[in-house]
Every structure is written in structure tokens, then in C-alpha cells.
């Protein structure tokens, strides 16, 4: 009997582990997520062992032969995410700050400055100091 589809093994014998299109394996397993579904229900993978596996065809650049993966995790065996600690909580509120802040006048934006041209205001800084001007 031919396949249904080229991605598609329930027991795993063709991909080591089962293996479903995407979007086929809520169809077969409701149980199963991928980390980023997981992340997104406030759940973590940690310790979590790979129940199957999403196949793809893709042409976007960096895979081999076209084809995309992606691991699936059981929802029940997942556990919560850690509530960060007050000091991480600080750690990177203060990384975000400095993501924020022009590095030639100081001044706070409210989005993260780009790291291209050193993390400087994009319109040019309206600091007093002038700034040294490139030779003609």
C-alpha cells in the first residue's frame, strides 16, 4: 500500500521516531506541542524527551534538501516555567536599558537603538559636544 503522504510515520520506523505533515499531529496525538507552543502555554521542555517530530517541504535558505523539522513534546509531561528572581528580573531590565540609551549623548529612546552604527540616535544625536566630522 502506498503511503498517504511522504512525511507521514506513525511508528517511527522510517524517521526513528513518528513523524507527521505539518499540521497532521494534532489529528493523530492532541497531546502533542513544539517548544514554541509550549513556551507560548507558559509550559518548559526541560527534561522533556522528543515524542515525534513536524516534516516540511521549505525553501528557505540553510536547510538540506528542502525539507524543515521541528520536535514535538507531550503537553501532560511538561512542566511550568520558572518565575524569574528578582535579580534576573533586574539584570535584564538593566540590558534592556542600555540597549535603549545612545551611547554618544545619553539620551533614553523608547525602542532598542540599532548595534550597525553603535548604538547612536538614528537622526544624529542632539548633544551639546560636537561630533568629529569624516574628511571630504
Not at 518548559?44 to 525553501?59: C, D
Not at 531590565?93 to 548604538?119: D, I, K, Q, V
Amino acid at each position: 500500500m502506498a503511503a498517504l503522504h511522504p512525511f507521514l510515520d506513525l511508528t517511527g520506523e522510517r524517521f526513528g521516531v513518528p513523524t507527521f505533515p505539518w499540521g497532521w499531529s494534532r489529528l493523530f496525538d492532541p497531546d502533542l506541542r513544539t517548544k514554541a507552543q509550549l513556551r507560548a502555554e507558559g509550559l518548559s521542555i526541560a527534561g522533556l524527551e522528543v515524542a515525534g517530530q513536524l516534516k516540511w517541504r521549505s525553501n528557505r535558505a540553510g536547510n538540506i534538501g528542502g525539507v524543515r523539522t521541528a520536535n514535538l513534546y507531550r503537553r501532560s509531561l511538561a512542566r511550568p516555567v520558572r518565575p524569574l528572581s528578582p535579580a534576573r528580573e533586574r539584570s535584564l531590565a538593566r540590558a534592556y536599558l542600555a540597549r535603549c540609551t545612545c551611547t554618544s549623548c545619553g539620551e533614553l529612546h523608547p525602542y532598542c537603538l540599532p548595534t550597525g552604527n553603535g548604538r547612536r540616535c538614528p537622526q544624529g544625536c542632539q548633544s551639546t559636544s560636537p561630533q568629529p566630522q569624516a574628511a571630504a
